[in-house]
C-alpha cells in the first residue's frame, strides 16, 4: 500500500484489478483490513457487497472506457463472486455495471497527481479476447489522455497508440 501511494503520488497512472479485492480488505475474514483507506481515498472506491447480481457485464454509455461494452464473465473460473462497489466521491465515475442495474464492478478515478482504473474482476474473466483487449487499449488510452512523454522540452511526444503483443 505504502509503494502504491509513494507511486501515485508521483504523477503515477495506475490500472488494478482483481476478484475480492474490497471483500478481502472489508469483510471480517479478510486479512488486508489495513488497506481501507487506501481502497477508499486512492481507489475513489466504497466496498458494497460481495456480488453484484449478475455475471452479464455492460458498460456505461459515454465512458471513454466502457462506452458499449457488453460481455459475459465465467463464474466458475473462481469459486467466489465479484464485488460491487460504488464511487467514493465526485472523484471517481462508474465504468462497469452488471447487467443493467446501477451495480458497479468498475471505476475509474482522477485524484490530485494521478489517475487510477479499478476494477473488480480480474481480465482473464473475460473469456473473449477482443474485448479484453478493446478494454486494456481504452484504459490506457485513458490513463495517459493529455500525459506528455519524452525529455525534450521544445518538441514533446504525446502517445498516439498502443498495442499489445504476445509476451
Given amino acids: 500500500v505504502n509503494a502504491l501511494q509513494n507511486y501515485l503520488?508521483?504523477?503515477g497512472l495506475l490500472f488494478i484489478n482483481g476478484q475480492d479485492i474490497g471483500a478481502d480488505i472489508f469483510e471480517t475474514s479478510g486479512q488486508s483490513q489495513h488497506a481501507q483507506?487506501?481502497?477508499?481515498?486512492?481507489l475513489h472506491a466504497n466496498y458494497v457487497a460481495n456480488f453484484g447480481g449478475s455475471y452479464f457485464i455492460t458498460g456505461l454509455d459515454n465512458d471513454p472506457i466502457g462506452d458499449g461494452l457488453v460481455f459475459p464473465i465465467d463464474p466458475s473460473l473462481?469459486?467466489?463472486s465479484p464485488d460491487q462497489i460504488a464511487p467514493a466521491d465526485a472523484d471517481a465515475t462508474p465504468v462497469l455495471r452488471f447487467g443493467t442495474t446501477t451495480n458497479y464492478l468498475g471505476l475509474k478515478a482522477?485524484?490530485?497527481n494521478y489517475r487510477i482504473v479499478y476494477f473488480a474482476i480480474g481480465l482473464e474473466q473475460i473469456a473473449?479476447?477482443?474485448v479484453r483487449d478493446t478494454v486494456v487499449?481504452?484504459?490506457i488510452t485513458w490513463l495517459?489522455?493529455?500525459?506528455l512523454v519524452g525529455v525534450d522540452d521544445k518538441n514533446p511526444a504525446v502517445v498516439k497508440s498502443y498495442s499489445l503483443n504476445q509476451n
Avoid: C, K, P
Avoid at 483507506?37 to 486512492?42: E, I
Avoid at 495517459?144 to 500525459?147: R, Y
Fill in 9 to 11: 503520488d508521483q504523477n
Fill in 37 to 42: 483507506s487506501f481502497y477508499n481515498n486512492y
Fill in 78 to 80: 473462481y469459486s467466489r
Fill in 110 to 112: 482522477e485524484g490530485e
Fill in 128 to 130: 473473449d479476447a477482443a
Fill in 137 to 139: 487499449s481504452r484504459i
Fill in 144 to 147: 495517459e489522455d493529455g500525459i
